[in-house]
C-alpha cells in the first residue's frame, strides 16, 4: 500500500514575468494546493521535509519561483535533483510564457516596472528575463502560451490539467494554427501541412473552417494528405510512449498551414481522433487561429 508521502504533489510555478503566474496561484488554491509565494530556492529541500512529516496533512503544495528572488534562482536545480534523489515528493514545474510583445504591452497596461529593468525598457528586462529562464523553460513538465488566452482561459487550462493529472499519464495537445500569426511558443513538436491543396480557394468552402465537414472532406480526399497523415502516426506512436517514459506530463503538438483555419484544423481534429482513441492518453484539441479571419 502506498504511503500518504508517496502521494504528495510538489508544483513549481515560475516563468516570464507579466505571463500569469498570479493566475495560475489562484487556479491550484481553488484546487486544495497550499501555495508559497517566492520561496527561495534553497529552501526547497526543506519544504519537502515538512511535506512529508505532515503525515497527508499538506499533499498539494504549490511554490511560486521567480526572478524576484534571483540572488537564489541558481540553487533551483540542484534543490530539484535533491528532492527527485532523496524524496518521495512527485515534483513539476509549471512554466508560463508569452510573446515579447504581449509582455510589454501587459507592462504598460498595469504601469509597473519589469524587475529586471527598474529604471529602463520593460523589454529590456524581458530579453534578459527569458535568457536566464531558458534552461529552466527546457525542464518544465507543461509549458503554457499565455499571449492570447484570456485570464478564465488561463485558469481553465490549468484547472484542467491538474483535475486529469492523475487519470493520465501523459496528456497530449493537438493544436492548429497559421503560420502567419507566429509558431506556438509552448509546442513540442510542429508540423506544416501547408503542402496540401488549400481550401481557401475554393470559394463555397473558403468562409468554413476545417471543422466543416466538406472542408474536412476536401483536405483529407488527397493521397499526399493520406500518405502524410500515415507517416505522421507511426512517428507521434513512436514518439509519445518516450515522452511518457522521460516522464514528460504534456506533450503539445503544433500543426500549422498559411492562416489556420482549414489545412491545420482538419488535420488536428484527425490526429485528436486517432490518437485519442488509445486509453493510455488523454487528448485535447484546440483551435488557436481558425476564427481570426471571418469572410
Not at 481553488?30 to 497527508?56: T, Y
Not at 524524496?87 to 524587475?115: G, M, N, W
Not at 490549468?158 to 495537445?173: A, K, P, Y
Request: a neutral charge.
Amino acid at each position: 500500500m502506498e504511503s500518504t508521502a508517496t502521494l504528495a504533489k510538489l508544483v513549481i510555478i515560475t516563468g516570464m514575468s507579466g505571463a500569469g503566474k498570479t493566475i495560475a496561484v489562484q487556479s491550484l488554491e481553488d484546487l486544495g494546493f497550499f501555495c508559497v509565494d517566492n520561496l527561495p530556492p534553497v529552501l526547497i529541500p526543506k519544504f519537502a521535509e515538512l511535506i512529508e512529516q505532515s503525515n497527508g496533512k499538506i499533499g498539494k503544495v504549490a511554490l511560486v519561483i521567480d526572478l524576484r528572488g534571483r540572488e537564489f534562482f541558481t540553487a533551483l536545480a540542484e534543490s530539484l535533483a535533491y528532492i527527485k534523489e532523496h524524496h518521495t515528493i512527485s515534483c513539476e514545474i509549471l512554466f508560463l510564457d508569452a510573446t515579447d510583445e504581449v509582455l510589454v504591452q501587459r507592462y504598460k497596461e498595469s504601469r509597473r516596472r519589469h524587475p529586471l529593468a527598474p529604471q529602463g525598457l520593460p523589454l529590456d528586462g524581458i530579453h534578459n528575463e527569458r535568457r536566464l529562464l531558458e534552461d529552466l523553460k527546457g525542464s518544465a513538465s507543461q509549458v503554457i502560451d499565455t499571449s492570447i488566452l484570456k485570464p478564465l482561459q488561463l485558469k481553465e487550462r490549468i484547472i484542467n490539467h491538474f483535475t486529469h493529472l492523475e487519470q493520465s499519464s501523459l496528456s497530449v495537445n493537438v493544436t492548429s494554427f497559421g503560420f502567419k500569426y507566429g509558431i506556438p511558443i509552448d509546442a513540442d513538436l510542429i508540423y506544416d501541412v501547408r503542402f496540401l491543396p488549400n481550401p481557401h480557394y475554393v470559394e463555397h468552402l473558403r468562409p468554413n473552417t476545417g471543422q466543416n465537414p466538406d472542408v474536412y472532406e476536401y483536405v483529407m480526399k488527397w493521397p499526399e494528405t493520406q500518405q502524410f497523415l500515415t507517416k505522421l502516426l507511426d512517428m507521434l506512436q513512436f514518439l509519445i510512449p518516450l515522452y511518457r517514459k522521460e516522464g514528460k506530463s504534456q506533450v503539445v503538438i503544433g500543426i500549422g498551414c498559411t492562416g489556420g483555419k482549414h489545412r491545420s484544423v482538419a488535420i488536428a481534429e484527425y490526429l485528436g481522433r486517432m490518437l485519442g482513441s488509445s486509453d493510455t492518453e488523454r487528448v485535447r484539441v484546440s483551435h488557436r487561429d481558425s476564427e481570426r479571419d471571418k469572410h
